[in-house]
């Protein structure tokens, strides 16, 4: 089992920037690939990024130059770095694990969620 819980998100301006952390318990954060999906109101739950356990990284075109993935396993923490950030942005955001070596932009293939966290961005 892994548990996933994030964090960072909020209220921000167009613009602006947020950082959301993803913090995983459990078996070895190392041996996941993890990736971050959001959801609008709604709308089917969309892939935004993703970085395997190699750290190979993969973006939907529509943040590519925006956002930026990163993890660190010695805190078994995974991060989205969020700049330049546009209305249509707002979402509620999941990071999500998968055992998949490779690079997953799937939601089926991602055998663990966390929560969600709401990131607002006002015009």
């Known amino acids: 089992q892994v548990q996933l819980v994030e964090s960072g998100g909020g209220l921000v301006q167009a613009g602006g920037s947020l950082r959301l952390s993803c913090a995983a318990s459990?078996?070895?954060?190392?041996?996941?690939?993890m990736g971050w999906f959001r959801q609008a109101p709604g709308k089917e739950r969309e892939f935004v990024a993703t970085i395997s356990r190699y750290a190979a990284t993969d973006y939907a075109d529509f943040v590519k130059g925006r956002f930026t993935i990163s993890r660190d396993n010695a805190k078994n923490t995974m991060y989205l770095q969020m700049n330049n950030l546009k209305p249509e942005d707002t979402a509620v955001y999941y990071c999500?694990?998968?055992?998949?070596?490779?690079?997953?932009?799937?939601?089926?293939?991602?055998?663990?969620w966390g929560q969600g966290t709401q990131v607002t961005v006002s015009s």
């Open positions: 459990g078996r070895s954060f190392r041996n996941y690939g």
């Open positions: 999500g694990a998968t055992s998949a070596w490779y690079i997953v932009t799937v939601t089926s293939q991602y055998n663990y």
